[in-house]
């Protein structure tokens, strides 16, 4: 295997110290995934990586490792932290100390290919490992970078930010993006290699079956409440002012339940919010709700709302990046983004419909595109696409075989 000769022959990769990693197994690839955004509570990232590293761990020919900041749950035989330290006011996510130590650790575990989860620190020094053994390096595009800036920034910043997000990603071999419209952007920008990958969802963790009917008393909310949830972060770009103000103009029945963490949300006596919870107990509040709503606009995908559509709930959300792409007037009801009245429209335009019929339809819709069981064979696709023919086959894979 060509790739495996050349990372054996590396030796010292001009890191300092030499490399006195063993190889992995002539019989094996070895697969990295890096990123910054891999935090104690569970997010989309980690979420990704985790149903990833149980589908491989069935595949006797690959290894797999995650590859983050040191400091964080996780540690394990498959997990190697790198030295980092907490990013004020991030909601838990932390930067690594130095590119070139982090280069050093990934090149250690002489990788065949690396992937990477975010466009800071560890892809830079993912692009140091590529360019010293010529081991492959696809990114994945989890975020929007450019327009989290002008958010938070303003043009000029940016601007300057469109700038570096291009020139990275055009630095590797392949860059994927869970949505169409993130595929679509990045190639307007100049990334031409850009390809579509969704992410997907466990199907078993996330499902009707785990409805409580008692939710309404656990949560003391009179019976006939018509029950609101949104899960995730509250940061700016989710636009969660914007729903508890449609929650505001809706009043009764109407109660919204927030759970997860980060800044404040504006007071309304219709809101319960709720800390950031365990996936079993998540999976059982979005279970038991009756629509999920997501008022963000600035999603590269939306993993929470596909969580709902498999919990065989309803979502009301934007139009706007990802999300658009994983409702339709089966599975739910789209609105105009940035638009508190839009949302409470939707919001009562879905509690006119059949909701149990709807949730029965998103349901049907994720077991026939998003289970993890479908998603990451897609992903392994991608990445023989990258290794070559001979690693296809060694893969397992139909070679006649392409993702969506």
Request: aromatic fraction near 8%; hydrophobic fraction near 40%.
């Amino acid at each position: 295997m060509q790739l495996r000769q050349l990372n054996e022959a590396g030796g010292d990769l001009g890191y300092g110290v030499h490399i006195h990693q063993p190889p992995c197994p002539a019989d094996k690839l070895r697969f990295l995934d890096v990123t910054m955004f891999y935090t104690a509570e569970s997010g989309g990232v980690r979420t990704y990586l985790t149903a990833k590293q149980r589908w491989l761990e069935g595949q006797p020919e690959i290894e797999h490792i995650v590859v983050a900041p040191a400091g964080i749950e996780g540690r394990g035989a498959h997990f190697v932290g790198v030295p980092s330290v907490p990013i004020p006011y991030a909601n838990g996510y932390r930067m690594p100390l130095s590119v070139r130590l982090a280069a050093h650790k990934m090149a250690r575990l002489r990788p065949d290919l690396i992937e990477v989860g975010d466009p800071y620190h560890f892809a830079w020094a993912a692009l140091r490992v590529k360019q010293r053994s010529n081991v492959p390096v696809v990114g994945f595009c989890h975020s929007d970078l450019p327009r989290l800036v002008e958010r938070r920034f303003g043009p000029h910043a940016q601007r300057v930010a469109l700038r570096y997000f291009r020139d990275l990603y055009r630095r590797f071999d392949l860059v994927l993006a869970p949505s169409q419209v993130m595929v679509r952007y990045l190639r307007e920008l100049g990334v031409a290699h850009a390809r579509h990958q969704p992410l997907g969802v466990d199907i078993d963790t996330f499902s009707p079956q785990h409805r409580d009917p008692d939710i309404r008393s656990r949560l003391g909310v009179p019976a006939d409440t018509r029950l609101l949830l949104y899960a995730g972060r509250f940061t700016r770009e989710k636009q969660l002012p914007l729903l508890v103000e449609a929650v505001r103009r809706l009043g009764p029945p109407y109660r919204l339940v927030l759970v997860g963490s980060g800044g404040v949300v504006p007071h309304c006596e219709r809101v319960i919010c709720v800390p950031f919870q365990p996936t079993a107990t998540l999976a059982r509040l979005i279970a038991s709700c009756d629509v999920l709503v997501h008022p963000g606009d600035q999603e590269t995908f939306g993993l929470v709302v596909l969580e709902a559509m498999a919990s065989g709930r309803p979502v009301v959300g934007t139009h706007a990046g990802g999300i658009g792409e994983l409702i339709d007037d089966a599975t739910g009801v789209r609105v105009e983004p940035r638009s508190a009245e839009a949302l409470a429209a939707g919001i009562e335009a879905i509690f006119e419909r059949d909701l149990d019929a709807m949730g029965r339809a998103a349901r049907a819709k994720v077991l026939a595109q998003f289970g993890w069981d479908r998603i990451i064979p897609q992903l392994m696709h991608q990445y023989a696409g990258v290794l070559g023919t001979q690693q296809q086959f060694e893969l397992g894979l139909d070679p006649y075989y392409a993702p969506d």
